[in-house]
Nanobody, 125 residues
Framework: QVHLVESGGGLVQAGVSLRLSCAAS????????MAWFRQAPGKEREFVAA????????SYVESVKGRFTISRDNAENTVYLQMNSLKPEDTAVYYC??????????????????WGQGTQVTVSS
């Protein structure tokens, strides 16, 4: 497994940007596809974005396309989520996740075997 620690969440107003970071250790980070999920109160955990081992392939949930960008730095063992034009509906706990597979696959939580503790993002209107 991979040990993951998220950071960068906070309370912001609608329209601004935040960048989340996820620092990884343990299993070789550079061979793992990574993802961000989020969970709002009373809702199921939702896929947000994923990136393959090299950063050459990404996928996004429709609601964040054009606003969020996932990226990774394999030299720093870190994956990022740049969030622009934040909306109140983006409010959630954001989780970083890793899978043993190096390619993009299903966007369901059970494809990923390592999870961070989460970081809260709150967007006020």
């Amino acid at each position: 497994q991979v040990h993951l620690v998220e950071s960068g969440g906070g309370l912001v107003q609608a329209g601004v940007s935040l960048r989340l970071s996820c620092a990884a250790s343990g299993r070789t980070f550079s061979t793992s596809s990574m993802a961000w999920f989020r969970q709002a109160p009373g809702k199921e955990r939702e896929f947000v974005a994923a990136i393959n081992w090299s950063g050459g392939a990404t996928s996004y949930v429709e609601s964040v396309k054009g606003r969020f960008t996932i990226s990774r730095d394999n030299a720093e063992n870190t994956v990022y989520l740049q969030m622009n034009s934040l909306k109140p509906e983006d409010t959630a706990v954001y989780y970083c996740a890793a899978t043993r597979y190096n390619v993009l696959g299903p966007t369901t939580p059970n494809y990923f075997d390592s999870w961070g503790q989460g970081t809260q993002v709150t967007v006020s209107s």
